[in-house]
């Protein structure tokens, strides 16, 4: 059994907790943060949590827990994974990893010096029908990965935080982009070093500093290409696609519109939506289990079993930081408006 300490009770810190809850069903959290002590309370009653706290600090730090999830916004990680690290807490942080790559080699320093164990949550590598094609390409179903191609995009994000330039590290890229290149990564394979990147961005509808739309594709040392495609400013629900092209085969992976349920309610206040889906009533395409769909379950049981094996997850916070080097590559060349070298001064590849 896990015992853990969640700090936050959004979006995200519920998904986890009703993965933790269900999946190996051992794993408990503990105790929860929030700012606020009515959220915190409601958090810990409608999920079964013991405990509640609204001190960041006393809930890192509190002894009857053994590993820490980060599922704060984004400017709050390194603060938490630094205080984890002093603790020696195991620490499991959810994407993107930092704001930067300096941040985010900052943090892996931290957990390495520290020596604790350290996951980086990035879900979307981890669906079951993910983890098939995974076990397909590594076993050269579709022979040599020429192209994968990502795209996540939705109408925009759930809460204000997301839309500071300077809280969130950037807009589309940094927030949905990430869960793009790791996937691009993982099926190209992630001992093949990301060389450079070329990135179109812009400010196409919402009044924000930041970018709400963007294109992207992430040339590797093999020559293999990896493209993004991120929208906060999509209609019509969150659209959530791969695609792996090889020399010898082809693979198309689609987690959330159109998966297989499509329901028709003449209502307009239906129950039955999909995480932002725009609409409660007429033609709505749910997804059967959204907390499965989308890797939860299959990401903690590999995170929980590394720990109580001692081995490292298939995410680590090495990881985040390759993605968060990807990231500001892709900025970088925004401005410059040309390809830009992927800056890795730690890189364990090949
Ligand atoms: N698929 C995935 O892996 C997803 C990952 N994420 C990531 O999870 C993290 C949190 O996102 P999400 O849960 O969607 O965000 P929410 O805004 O839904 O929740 C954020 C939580 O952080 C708490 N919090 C503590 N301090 C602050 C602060 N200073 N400002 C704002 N909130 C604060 C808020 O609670 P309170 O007000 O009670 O203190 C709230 O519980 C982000 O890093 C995001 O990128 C998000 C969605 C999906
Ligand atoms: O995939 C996701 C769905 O949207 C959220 C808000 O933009 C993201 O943070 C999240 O990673």
Request: glycine fraction near 10%; aromatic fraction near 8%.
């Amino acid at each position: 059994m896990t015992r853990i300490a969640m700090l936050g009770t959004g979006l995200i810190g519920s998904s986890y907790t009703q993965a933790l809850h269900a999946g190996r069903s051992r794993d408990r959290v503990q105790l929860v943060y929030s700012r606020s002590p009515e959220n915190a309370a409601a958090f810990a009653a409608k999920w079964g949590v013991d405990r509640w706290t609204a001190n960041l600090d006393d809930a890192i730090g509190d002894d009857s827990t053994d590993a820490v999830i980060i599922a704060l916004p984004n400017d709050l990680h390194e603060r938490a994974v630094m205080a984890a690290a002093k603790a020696g807490k195991a620490v499991l942080c959810t994407k993107p990893l930092g704001r930067s790559s300096a941040e985010a080699l900052r943090m892996l320093r931290a957990v390495e010096a520290a020596g604790v164990f350290h996951g980086y949550l990035e879900d979307l590598v981890y669906p079951p029908k993910t983890l098939k094609g995974l076990q397909s390409v590594q076993a050269g179903d579709l022979g040599r990965i020429l192209w994968v191609r990502s795209r996540e995009t939705h109408p925009g994000p759930h809460s204000d935080w997301f839309w500071n330039q300077q809280r969130a590290g950037g807009g589309a890229i940094i927030d949905l982009g990430c869960h793009c290149i790791e996937i691009a990564r993982a099926f190209i394979g992630k001992d093949i070093r990301p060389v450079e990147v070329v990135c179109w961005g812009d400010t196409q509808v919402h009044p924000i500093e930041a970018e709400d739309h963007a294109i992207g594709m992430v040339r590797y040392e093999n020559g293999a290409i990896g493209q993004f495609e991120v929208s906060w400013a999509f209609r019509g629900g969150m659209d959530l696609r791969d695609e792996v092209a090889g020399t010898e085969g082809t693979l198309w992976l689609n987690h959330w519109l159109r998966t297989g349920m499509e329901m028709y309610s003449a209502k307009d206040s239906a129950q039955c939506t999909t995480e932002k889906s725009e609409r409660s009533g007429g033609w709505m395409f749910p997804v059967g289990d959204e907390v499965a769909a989308l890797g939860y379950n299959t990401m903690f049981t590999d995170m929980l079993d590394a720990m109580d094996q001692g081995r490292q997850p298939s995410e680590t916070f090495y990881d985040g930081y390759v993605v968060n080097a990807i990231v500001d590559a892709s900025y970088r060349s925004i401005q410059s408006k040309r390809w830009e070298t992927i800056d890795l001064p730690i890189w364990r590849g090949r």
